[in-house]
């Protein structure tokens, strides 16, 4: 899917996540929020050159393309949950981060690795330890995605 989807979905799912679970008073968390949820929704395509945020840190896609193929290691679910143990159980021995930052982080990696999800190229998402493969139909760039970012604009602005 291309960058924009990508930022879509997960403004999707932050706006979802904050409907049942409610957002910290702080304004500074909620910057901060934000800006992790889109971060984390653009991290996975490090290991794309042609990806937004490669050519916007090309050091960074370089060395994440030296041990990841696209949509190998950084498109698995095992990403996600090395942040989460990390966060929640290493971090806190040494310092307090608010939760809502982990959050926003994890929110925005999964809504990118789901958006994925729906393309015809698909992902592993239990890359290395398994080839299974979740696929969809979505053509990436295609005129389904752009009726899919279209209905969550609609959404986002209606509910
Ligand atoms: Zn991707």
Known sequence: MLGTTHALFAILFGSIYIQYFGITDSFLLQILFAALLLLGAMLPDLDSENATISKQHP??????RAVS???GIMH???IPVTIYLIS???I??????PHVLTYGLLLGYV???AADALTIGGLELFHPISKFK?????KTGGKLE?????LIVVYLLVF
């Open 134 to 138: 979740i696929r969809g139909f979505v």
């Open 92 to 97: 806190p021995k040494f310092v307090d981060i």
């Open 111 to 113: 809504s990118h690795l």
């Open 69 to 71: 193929m696209h949509r």
């Open 146 to 150: 752009l009726l899919i970012a279209s």
């Open 59 to 64: 050091t960074a896609s370089k060395l994440v």
């Open 76 to 78: 698995s679910i095992i």
């Open 88 to 90: 929640f159980y290493l």
